[in-house]
């Protein structure tokens, strides 16, 4: 899945084009530690998944 960054409203999109503004995106990674996601929270489910 390509992840698409708009610069002009920094929104991550799928799309070629922004929906918001119309500009064309650029390739981006997605965000890897979200905000809301506690780094430790995320450390642990890469853990668990690992250990399957
Ligand atoms: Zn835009």
């Known amino acids: 899945m390509k992840i698409k960054y ?3 409203c ?3 999109t799928l799309q070629e ?3 918001k ?3 064309a995106t650029s390739s981006a990674h997605p965000p890897k530690f ?3 996601d506690p780094y430790g929270k995320y450390r642990r ?3 668990l998944e690992a250990e399957k």
């Open 17 to 19: 084009n922004c929906k």
């Open 10 to 12: 920094k929104i991550y």
């Open 45 to 47: 489910k890469l853990k």
């Open 34 to 36: 979200s905000p809301l």
């Open 6 to 8: 708009c610069k002009n």
């Open 21 to 23: 503004c119309g500009n």
